[in-house]
């Protein structure tokens, strides 16, 4: 019985009164004591080492060894002498010397870079000690250098790690008081393990002799200072190390142990994590006999032993090489703060299928993980491909003689027990596995369950991953093709696009050549706002473009309506900058002396668009090189000008796009996507993820944009694979297909940027419109203003086209389709639209979108 549990029933009892008396006669439990030599690398002195450890070992002294796997030059190789010694000692004496990764900066990371540096630490342990070989205790334990938050030490038990080990960074003053250790334990079994004291070797003993009240010591000696003592040195240092403990242990003051035991010690048991995955698909077998597999399930069923199902794969490997993989669908954590001891939900038990193209249903917006079952522990954790490593530990039915003979748990750390179902035929060898089951697995030590609640408790609480993992399954469903367009659905885009036209029939100004940003679209209404951004110029030269290839205007109309804008944009921009203005006044043609970055950059990519057309005009390229970029490029990055001051526009969602367009005419300008451009892995897509979410909202813009208006973009195109998985995954839970954007609205505030928040995944959908946002009197009322955006509708589904988009449209098409124009957005709540009141840029590119979609039929 525990000490505690024994003062618990005391303080109960009639002999509550007598709990002081108990409480001197039960001793106080002894310091732990954890010896730590860190720093081992390929420079590490042999030697030294195994003076060191020949002599802690002799006489019972356990101790931890971080090897170095992060400093490429200094990677301890499997075939060198240190190789060799620390696989000895590990193998030999697992009991007593335990091995530990490292990775230094673990505790400043995200839980999901957290979770990747600890699969990595472990991959490069294994194979620099056991490349070829099964240690005889698994490693457990990483340490790490900058201070542990919670969230990110927990992340490592998606790695098999059980500990994290803080080592203090330099070496107090000998003479101070010795620095406290602390321990945290979570509910899952992740111990923390922090501070310590970093001490000369020689000096260990007068260390531990300096007594302290906290409940555990650490103690820790660099391996590169080992070396500067001889071995006769080091072995005295080391017996009085001994010594001083056996003294410690006769009083029951002080307790040596390994990291990995100070759990075993702790008032909360040790408990291992394993996942019981049961092999076979339901059916009679070719040889007619019962259904095995089926009988299996009822069974374990039956005897309420938590289990997970999948298909039995085609020449199954030997649990050593392993080919086994399917996709575990996963829920969000009944709390959305992600804490260490949240875990993921589960859904109710279903077959797991493989993790194949086409492998889930076009219907389903789960998210989910790509789980591997490896046979060697050092693959355990998250790949950069966003996969996720469980070592097997048992593989029963694969011998033909005794089915269960596979459920010998000789080693420890968490993992999976593979069943093939098929192997059991007959009622007694079913009962045989259920009686190994319950020997093998049910023990107080021993937590069993099915593969989807292993996933949700180890993986890292990662307020991004649910996205990253949404992203990642539409590549796992049949691609989503909304069908062949019907001819009345062609015809009907076609009105659709004379419609967005009638915009700019009703509204251009023949002199400037401009439109209004705004207008309320009934029959000789005047215009809602006269000043035009070089964004909205950028969106009417598109548009020019897109009606001439759409038959809606002839050749010579094009002309005469691009020259005017052209030669209004070139003298307005003559001013202090030489740059085009932030805006102009669509009726008098006067523009600012300010000037806008991201909205530039949208007018290059459509003056570049209409450089490359076929009736493209003179001069457009000797207009962009008149123009003064130097200005407001400023150590490669991009910069807004007003109330004369440059304002860095580097980080924001819209830098990238913008940047594009400036690249098209040759300048020499920095993305913030720059180092992430290409993807090619799941790492790069949370950096972007996190990126993005870091910026703002995601939405349709811009990253649509960029698809409709350039070539491919992996990062434009990975997070418009996001959007869409968000709409669709949207329109299942609320019933109804909606697509926010920046748009304006027909009332206060008038304008709004709408978007995703990409780490609420329960309730991504934002609504912002500067200052106001926060003001008092908009509590409450924000979900009143959220609305879907016509353009931003239109851009899904010339992009991202599927059952929802094509819906979606045919509603907006009777709610606001007007012969001057499409209104702005319609409100979700009343699905009504905004009254009339339409917009330059959601004309223009419902105009682009529906020549793309035509384009590519």
């Keep these: 019985m525990r000490r505690r549990h024994f003062l618990e029933l005391l303080a109960a009892g009639p002999f509550a009164a007598n709990a002081s008396l108990a409480q001197e006669i039960v001793p106080a439990p002894p310091q732990m004591v954890l010896l730590t030599i860190a720093g081992i690398n390929a420079a590490t002195s042999a030697e030294a080492l195994g003076a060191v450890l020949s002599t802690l070992v002799v006489r019972e002294v356990p101790v931890n060894l971080v090897v170095d796997t992060q400093d490429p030059s200094a990677l301890v190789d499997s075939n060198s002498e240190i190789a060799q010694l620390l696989r000895r000692y590990s193998q030999s004496f697992a009991g007593l010397v335990e091995i530990v990764a490292w990775s230094p900066d673990l505790g400043r990371m995200t839980p999901y870079r957290a979770a990747r540096k600890a699969h990595e630490a472990r991959k490069a342990l294994y194979a620099a000690l056991f490349p070829g070989d099964v240690p005889a205790r698994p490693v457990q334990t990483i340490a790490c250098r900058a201070p542990l938050d919670s969230k990110a030490a927990s992340a490592v038990l998606s790695a098999g790690f059980r500990c994290a080990l803080e080592l203090p960074a330099s070496r107090p003053d000998f003479r101070a008081t010795p620095l406290v250790m602390t321990a945290r334990l979570d509910q899952f079994g992740l111990l923390s393990l922090l501070g310590g004291e970093v001490v000369p070797f020689s000096s260990a003993a007068r260390a531990l002799s300096r007594p302290t009240p906290d409940r555990q010591r650490h103690l820790v000696f660099a391996a590169s200072d080992l070396a500067e003592l001889s071995a006769d040195r080091l072995t005295d240092a080391a017996q009085d190390i001994a010594r001083l403990l056996d003294r410690a242990a006769l009083d029951l003051s002080q307790s040596p142990v390994l990291t990995r035991d100070v759990q075993m010690r702790s008032e909360i048991t040790f408990r291992r994590r394993i996942a019981l995955h049961v092999l076979g698909p339901a059916g009679a077998d070719a040889a007619g006999t019962e259904d095995a597999a089926s009988a299996i399930f009822q069974l374990l069923t039956a005897q309420e032993i938590p289990f997970s199902r999948g298909p039995m794969p085609e020449g199954l490997a030997a649990p050593d090489k392993p080919d086994l993989s399917c996709w575990v669908p996963l829920d969000l954590p009944s709390s959305t703060d992600f804490g260490p001891d949240i875990p993921f939900g589960v859904f109710p038990a279903e077959p797991l299928g493989g993790p194949t193209p086409g492998a889930i249903r076009p219907e389903d917006t789960r998210f989910g993980i790509a789980v ?246 003179k001069g457009i390229a000797e207009l962009v090189a008149s123009w003064s970029f130097s200005e407001v490029i400023r150590n490669r990055r991009l910069h807004s000008y007003r109330d004369r001051m440059l304002i860095d526009d580097f980080r924001s969602n819209y830098a990238h796009y913008a940047v594009s367009g400036m690249r098209l005419w040759g300048l020499d300008v920095a993305s913030p996507l720059d180092d992430i451009a290409k993807l090619g892995s799941a790492d790069a897509e949370e950096r972007l993820l996190a990126l993005t979410s870091s910026f703002g909202l995601l939405a349709a813009e811009p990253s649509f944009l960029h698809l409709l208006e350039l070539q491919d973009s992996p990062t434009s195109s990975f997070l418009a694979d996001c959007v869409d998985s968000l709409q669709r995954r949207l329109a299942n839970e609320i019933g109804q297909a909606v697509a926010p954007s920046e748009s304006p609205l027909d009332k206060s505030p008038w304008f709004t940027y709408q978007g995703f928040d990409l780490r609420r995944l329960d309730d991504p959908w934002r609504v912002e419109f500067g200052a106001k946002s926060d003001d008092i009197r908009w509590n409450g009322k924000l979900e009143s203003l959220k609305a879907t955006s016509t353009k931003a509708a239109y851009l899904w589904h010339a992009l991202r086209p599927n059952a929802h988009s094509l819906h979606l449209l045919r509603s907006l098409r009777a709610k606001a389709r007007h012969d001057t124009g499409f209104d702005s957005a319609v409100y979700v709540a009343s699905q009504t639209p905004t009254m009339g009141y339409s917009d330059l840029n959601t004309n223009a590119v419902i105009l682009q979108s529906i020549a793309y979609m035509l384009r590519q039929l």
């Design 372 to 617: 591997r079952l490896v046979g060697h522990a050092g693959n355990a954790g998250m790949t950069q491909q966003a996969g996720f490593g469980i070592p097997i530990l048992a593989l029963a039915g694969a011998a033909a003689d005794d089915v269960a003979a596979g459920l010998k748990l000789d080693a420890e750390g968490d993992g999976v027990v593979l069943v093939i179902a098929s192997s059991f035929r007959d009622a007694a060898s079913r009962t045989a596995l259920v009686a190994a089951l319950r020997n093998a697995l049910i023990q107080p030590d021993i937590r069993l369950m099915p593969l989807q609640v292993y996933c949700a408790e180890t993986l890292p609480k990662e307020p991004l991953l649910p996205m990253l993992l949404l992203a990642r399954a539409k590549v796992l469903q049949p691609a989503s093709q909304p069908g062949p367009l019907a001819p009345n659905d062609r015809a009907a885009f076609l009105e659709d696009a004379r419609a967005a036209w009638g915009y700019f029939e009703a509204n251009t100004v023949a002199r400037t050549g401009l439109c209004p940003a705004t207008a309320v679209t009934a029959p000789g209404s005047d215009a809602g706002f006269l000043g035009v951004s070089m964004w909205e110029v950028g969106s009417h030269l598109n548009a020019l473009i897109a009606a001439v290839d759409l038959g809606l205007l002839s050749d010579d109309a094009f002309s005469q309506r691009v020259d005017p804008i052209l030669a209004t944009v070139e003298r307005e921009s003559r001013k202090r900058l030489v740059l085009p203005p932030e805006t102009i006044d669509a009726i008098s043609g006067k523009g600012t002396t300010r000037f806008n970055s991201y909205d530039c950059g949208r007018l290059l990519i459509a003056l570049h668009r209409l450089a490359s057309h076929r009736l493209a005009p």
